[in-house]
């Protein structure tokens, strides 16, 4: 998805909320509600429909992460091609018990991106200081320790800004 699209969305989010803040790094949008919280530290939303291997790969790249303290939240538009249960049922996601899969029908790529933001929320109303990253299918991390360079610098730099 282009920048611009990104923008746009971003812009629609701090529409319902002004205590969103986010930045964009070469590796992806991050957000941060300060007035949300939670106790995981970075959530990981991946938008689905029919990823195929896709899937997979992206969360290869999560795993492999050298910085651990992220959840995963994978919001699925209602795949026909089998792909959420051949994850499933492939292994990839033992012993990962921060993954959560959610398989709902949505009306585009933004509704499952709203969708996504909804379930985290659900999940961390409570917290504080909790940022959010979408993937795409199919994204994937260029090395393992992005996480673990990107966190300390968000948490080091609490006022909203956007990176280029």
């Given at each position: 998805?282009?920048?611009?699209?990104?923008?746009?969305?971003?812009?629609?989010?701090?529409?319902?909320?002004?205590?969103?803040?986010?930045?964009?790094?070469?590796?992806?949008?991050?957000?941060?509600?300060?007035?949300?919280?939670?106790?995981?530290?970075?959530?990981?939303?991946?938008?689905?429909?029919?990823?195929?291997?896709?899937?997979?790969s992206?969360?290869?790249?999560?795993?492999?992460?050298?910085?651990?303290?992220?959840?995963?939240?994978?919001?699925?538009?209602?795949?026909?091609?089998?792909?959420?249960?051949?994850?499933?049922?492939?292994?990839?996601?033992?012993?990962?018990?921060?993954?959560?899969?959610?398989?709902k029908?949505?009306?585009?790529?933004?509704?499952?991106?709203?969708?996504?933001?909804e379930?985290?929320?659900?999940?961390?109303?409570?917290?504080?200081?909790?940022?959010?990253?979408?993937?795409?299918?199919?994204?994937?991390?260029?090395?393992?320790?992005?996480?673990?360079?990107?966190?300390?610098?968000?948490?080091?730099?609490?006022?909203?800004?956007?990176?280029?």
């Open positions: 998805m282009d920048i611009l699209l990104y923008i746009l969305y971003i812009s629609y989010l701090l529409h319902l909320s002004q205590e969103l803040l986010f930045c964009h790094t070469e590796h992806g949008f991050l957000m941060n509600w300060s007035g949300i919280t939670l106790k995981t530290c970075l959530y990981i939303l991946i938008v689905s429909l029919n990823p195929g291997e896709r899937l997979k992206t969360l290869e790249s999560v795993f492999a992460q050298d910085y651990k303290d992220y959840k995963v939240i994978i919001k699925d538009g209602g795949s026909k091609d089998n792909s959420i249960e051949e994850l499933k049922a492939s292994g990839l996601l033992e012993g990962h018990d921060n993954v959560r899969i959610v398989s029908p949505d009306k585009s790529i933004y509704d499952g991106m709203n969708q996504a933001v379930l985290m929320n659900e999940e961390t109303r409570s917290d504080k200081g909790t940022y959010c990253m979408f993937l795409n299918c199919g994204d994937e991390f260029h090395d393992n320790s992005v996480l673990s360079q990107v966190v300390p610098f968000l948490k080091e730099n609490d006022k909203p800004h956007i990176y280029y």
